[in-house]
């Protein structure tokens, strides 16, 4: 059974701070995004989670093994070398799309995030002992052959990206799982404990849907780093002998 932690990290009164005293420059906001989602992603790395940039100034990070003094010191950290701060709602659930809507709830209680009074505010509390992770890294079947090498690359982008988010719409709303596109033709899900099964129905969906075959290797483990390299070679697997899944064993005919 698996058990995640999610932290959801939001800036603090950021709207009002790109147009404060006057509306910044885009590339400037751009590019103070890259590095804030560089260094969380670094520091909750290093501790054994896995950050998502969603929408950069809402980020969602799996944390499974890291307490409360770990968030305190990602804040402090972001705040020694950014002009905002950042607070973090942790929220744990069987299903991690349950357990970021309850770390939303508990940041929202705190304050709006255009709130000038809210700053680096901790809310919520990690699992007691050690929670199962399981993670699955998808990509499309051969995305090079099919698209980079014969259409244009903004056509190209626009195949993956529906594609994506097709599979990503398809786990939330049937499996309250999280999938994130992260970069190339690749996307990251943090799952229940699904089977074998349930992860051969989404890829025929999207297929039908789309037209975009999908592969996918699934992990395991008490950290979202553990659970990801074991997806990361279940996706060699799957790669070097032409399954479109591996780390579970098949599905089985009732």
């Known amino acids: ?37 560089g260094d969380l992603a670094e520091a909750v790395g290093d501790r054994g989670g896995y950050v998502f940039a969603t929408r950069f100034d809402n980020v969602v990070a799996v944390t499974n093994g890291l307490d409360r003094a770990d968030h305190r ?21 069987p299903e991690p799309a349950s357990a970021l809507a309850d770390a939303t709830d508990l940041l929202q209680e705190r304050g709006s995030a255009q709130d000038p009074d809210r700053s680096a505010v901790l809310a919520g509390e990690p699992l007691e002992g050690e929670g199962t ?18 259409l244009d690359a903004y056509a190209t982008h626009l195949e993956v990206q529906g594609s994506t988010q097709a599979l990503s719409r398809y786990l939330y709303d049937h499996h309250g799982a999280l999938a994130f596109f992260v970069g190339g033709d ?21 297929a039908a849907e789309t037209g975009v075959e999908f592969q996918v290797g699934i992990g395991t483990g008490t950290t979202a780093a553990d659970a990801g390299m074991d997806a990361k070679y279940a996706l060699e697997d799957c790669r070097r002998e032409g399954s479109r899944l591996e780390g579970l064993a098949p599905a089985t005919a009732d």
């Open 186 to 206: 690749n996307v990251i899900a943090i799952t229940p404990d699904l089977d074998a099964a349930a992860f051969e129905a989404a890829i025929e969906a999207v």
């Open 73 to 93: 010191a990602i804040q402090d950290a972001i705040a020694e070398r950014y002009p905002v701060t950042l607070s973090a709602a942790i929220g744990t659930d």
């Open 1 to 37: 059974m698996t058990d995640t932690q999610v932290t959801l990290f939001q800036l603090d009164n950021y709207g009002p701070w790109t147009v404060t005293p006057h509306p910044r420059p885009e590339p400037e906001l751009q590019a103070l995004q890259a590095r804030l989602y």
């Open 133 to 150: 992770v399981r993670v699955a890294h998808f990509d499309v079947v051969d995305v090079t052959g099919k698209f980079t090498d014969r």
